[in-house]
């Protein structure tokens, strides 16, 4: 259970509310449409120089549209970041081992790269590894084990983020996998021994 049953859940009820009707006719709609225009926005300037003005003409919504439903750009971008982000552990967690895991996630930020934020990111990918490994352990992980677990964690997002600014080339499979092979050979062992690896 843990983490990865409620972003499972979370993804499953994103989308069902995504579909319903009554969503269409909700704020969600607009909010959805207001982080699309943000995003059409973030390709031709960076995040400091575009408007609301300039996101709501985007949008086809007014000013008073987009103060209705957020406090400013960044709170849009915060409320994106964090619907994503569950996707992106949704489709994390579909994998069995830290392979499929990763490839599962880069395609994911692939599609939505714009808003990744590595700071966020690596206090998730932690803690996700840390309860996928106590519970099928059924064990806490060492101090030890945990500071190995740290260290690969901020190695692999200083990676991530050199492929998301486009600084490799990789595939996300080819990404995953070296990533993957990386990996302490200590904690490499506990992954293999739990079937992660």
Request: glycine content about 4%.
């Given at each position: ?5 409620k972003n499972?859940v979370a993804?499953n009820?994103?989308k069902?509310?995504?579909?319903s ?8 709609k607009?909010?959805?449409r207001?982080?699309?225009?943000m995003?059409s926005c ?5 995040v ?5 003005k300039e996101i ?20 849009l ?7 994503i ?5 949704a489709?994390m967690?579909?994998g069995?081992t830290v392979?499929e895991a ?7 930020i692939q599609?939505e790269?714009?808003f ?7 206090e998730?990918?932690?803690e996700f590894?840390?309860?996928?490994i106590?519970e099928?352990?059924?064990k ?10 740290e ?6 997002i200083?990676?991530t983020v050199q492929?998301v600014?486009?600084?490799m080339k990789?595939s ?5 996998h070296?990533?993957?092979q990386s990996?302490?050979e200590e904690?490499?062992k506990?992954f293999r ?5």
């Amino acid at each position: 259970m843990g983490k990865m049953l409620k972003n499972e859940v979370a993804k499953n009820e994103l989308k069902e509310v995504r579909h319903s009707e009554e969503w269409h006719k909700s704020g969600e709609k607009v909010k959805y449409r207001l982080a699309d225009a943000m995003k059409s926005c973030m390709k031709k300037a960076p995040v400091e120089k575009i408007t609301v003005k300039e996101i709501t003409e985007e949008c086809g919504v007014t000013r008073q549209t987009f103060y209705r439903n957020f406090q400013d750009k960044y709170d849009l971008i915060n409320w994106y970041f964090d619907k994503i982000l569950i996707e992106s552990f949704a489709h994390m967690g579909e994998g069995k081992t830290v392979y499929e895991a990763l490839v599962n996630k880069f395609h994911y930020i692939q599609e939505e790269k714009l808003f990744f934020k590595a700071d966020h990111d690596f206090e998730l990918i932690r803690e996700f590894y840390k309860n996928q490994i106590e519970e099928k352990s059924g064990k806490t992980m060492s101090e030890h084990l945990q500071f190995q677990l740290e260290m690969y964690c901020q190695g692999s997002i200083y990676m991530t983020v050199q492929w998301v600014l486009g600084e490799m080339k990789e595939s996300p499979e080819n990404l995953a996998h070296a990533l993957a092979q990386s990996m302490p050979e200590e904690l490499a062992k506990v992954f293999r021994e739990l079937e992660m690896l």
